[in-house]
Structures are given as C-alpha cells and as structure tokens.
C-alpha cells in the first residue's frame, strides 16, 4: 500500500523567512496531493492541494510543488507569520477512493 | 467546504467502558471518513462509512471495537468499544468536497482520554 514519508519532522523560523517541507510518496497510482494545516485543539484544514497532471500550484504565500518521477512533492510557504506556526501534514490519495496515507507531520515555529 | 460537527468535543472516561463520537454534516454527503489521530502522531483512517451499506474498515480496525452507524446522509456516529489507555487519542471524521477534486475536509475532533 501507499506510504508517505515527510520531513523535517520539525522546522524554526525566523518571520518574513521562507518555509519548505517535503514529502515521498511510494504508489504511483497516487494522484492527488493535498496539504493540511492543523492548529493547537482544531481539526487538520485543507490549505492547498495539487493533482498529479500539475507540476506547481501557487495560492497568495504557499506553493506546492510536485514530480511525479521522483515521486515526491513540496510545501512552500514565503514570508512566513507568527501565525502560520503550526502542524502541517502531507497526504496522499487515489482518485475515487477518498483514502488519504497522511505523512507524519511537520511541527512549523515562526519566529517574531 | 461543508460545515461539520462533532459531539462530544472532548471527554474522559473509564477502561472498559464504551463512548460513541456523532459526526454531523450541514450537507448530504455519500461518504464519510473516520480518522484516529493518537498524540503527537498523524492521522489514520479508521473506516469508509457510506450510507446504506456497512462500513468499510482499514487494516488494524474491527468493528466489534470500532462500531459504526450511518442512518443518513448528513449523519455517523463512531463508538470505541471496551476502552483502554491505548485508545486515547483524536477522533476525527471527514467528509468529500462537492468540486470533485478529491478533497477532504475534517471536523474539529474528539479529544478522548481513557483513564
């Protein structure tokens, strides 16, 4: 089955630096590739996602990056906030089957 | 995105006793999802649940210890079963977007710590 590797496990910061997490996946049959951001007491909310027939996808400050050949793909997040300290996760999924392999987390400090 | 809730938000209960988690949803949804988040960890899914039909578990999840119940398309419910300090945990259900692309979006969890 699916396997999703993530790292860092945990990244610091400083405000206004840039952010870059990154996560493998294992099954070539994954396409589609969504990041969620998951804050202290709340439910993990979707930020940004990308499907396998898109290289980069961009949303104001966060990014995603994928290759399909190497299997893997990125989180970039530019000009990072206090407010974006977080746990971001990676996820993994087939069309159609709606089964998410999550990646272990990324616990993201910015630093004011 | 559809508005989702869950009851309770948070509890704390005996071992060996039985706790069932309600999802609700503000929109008729065909699938829903059950994800177990133990602390400081990632997200595993529990179980598919489509309504009309019995649930669909993952590997490592049975439903005499993971009962669920899928009356409607805007409702689930989830019980743990017989509970133990390993049980303590997130409990998070999930629902698909309406865009057809695949997303997910979750509800805010249960926090349930088993003494």
């Known amino acids: 089955g699916e396997n999703v590797e993530q790292h860092p496990s945990t990244l610091s910061v400083q405000e206004g630096d840039s952010a870059v997490i990154k996560c493998t996946y294992s099954?070539?049959?994954?396409?589609?590739f969504p990041w969620y951001k998951q804050e202290l007491g709340k439910g993990p909310q979707l930020i940004i996602d990308i499907r396998s027939n898109v290289g980069e996808k961009k949303d104001q400050r966060i990014a995603v990056t994928l290759n399909k050949t190497a299997k893997h793909f990125s989180l970039h997040i530019t000009e990072t906030q206090p407010e974006d300290s977080a746990v971001y996760f990676c996820a993994a999924s087939i069309d159609n089957t709606g089964k998410l392999i999550f990646g272990q987390g990324t616990t993201l400090q910015v630093k004011p | 995105s559809a508005v989702i809730s869950q009851k309770p938000s948070r509890d704390i209960c005996q071992r060996g006793t039985s706790l069932t988690i309600q999802c609700q949803v503000d929109s008729q949804v065909t699938m829903m999802f059950w994800y177990r988040q133990q602390p400081g960890q990632s997200l595993t899914l529990i179980a598919t649940?489509?309504?009309?039909?019995?649930?669909?578990?993952e590997s490592g999840f049975v439903i005499d210890k993971f009962p669920i119940s899928r009356p409607n398309l805007t409702f689930s419910t989830l019980t743990v079963s017989n509970m133990s300090p390993e049980d303590s945990s997130i409990y998070l259900c999930?629902?698909?977007?309406?865009?057809?692309?695949?997303?997910?979006?979750f509800g805010p969890g249960t926090r349930l710590t088993v003494l």
């Open positions: 649940a489509n309504q009309g039909s019995e649930a669909t578990y």
């Open positions: 999930s629902v698909p977007g309406t865009s057809g692309r695949n997303e997910q979006f």
């Open positions: 099954d070539s049959a994954s396409n589609y």
